[in-house]
C-alpha cells in the first residue's frame, strides 16, 4: 500500500489534473471483486450486514482515510479540468454518504429481525 499511495503522490504532483480524473473515474466505477460471478449479490448482503464490507466501510475505512491523505477534496494547484474532477468526486462522496446512511438504517431493520427471529426460535 505504501507502494501505491507513494506513486499516486508522485502522479498528483507530476500531472495533478489527469491524476485527479484517474481518483474520480476509479472512485465512481469502483464495484467489489467478484461482483459480475453468479450469487455474488446474496454473499455481498451477508457482508453487508455482517459488517465484513458495505458502504458505510467503504465510505469511511477505505476512501476517506486515502482520500484525506492527499487532502483531494481540497487540493490545490489544479486547472479547470482537475477542479471539475474534484467537484464530481466530491459530489460522488456526498452521495454515497447518503447512500451509506439509508444502508445503516436498513441494516439495522435486517439486524432487527434477524434478532426477534433468534429469539422465537430459542424461546421454543
Do not use: C, K, W
Not at 48 to 55: Q, Y
Amino acid at each position: 500500500m505504501v507502494f501505491y499511495r507513494n506513486v499516486l503522490a508522485a502522479a498528483l504532483e507530476a500531472e495533478p489534473d489527469r491524476t485527479m480524473r484517474a481518483i474520480t473515474e476509479v472512485v465512481s466505477s469502483f464495484a467489489m471483486p467478484g461482483a459480475g460471478i453468479p450469487g455474488f449479490a446474496r454473499a455481498a448482503a451477508r457482508m453487508a450486514v455482517g459488517d465484513i464490507h458495505n458502504l458505510r466501510i467503504h465510505h469511511d475505512e477505505v476512501l476517506q482515510p486515502v482520500l484525506r491523505h492527499f487532502d483531494a477534496l481540497h487540493r490545490s494547484g489544479l486547472g479547470p479540468e482537475g477542479r471539475r474532477y474534484q467537484d464530481r468526486l466530491g459530489r460522488h462522496l456526498d452521495e454515497l454518504a447518503v447512500q451509506a446512511a439509508r444502508f445503516d438504517e436498513h441494516r439495522a431493520i435486517v439486524l432487527a429481525r434477524m434478532a426477534d427471529r433468534n429469539q422465537s426460535h430459542t424461546a421454543r
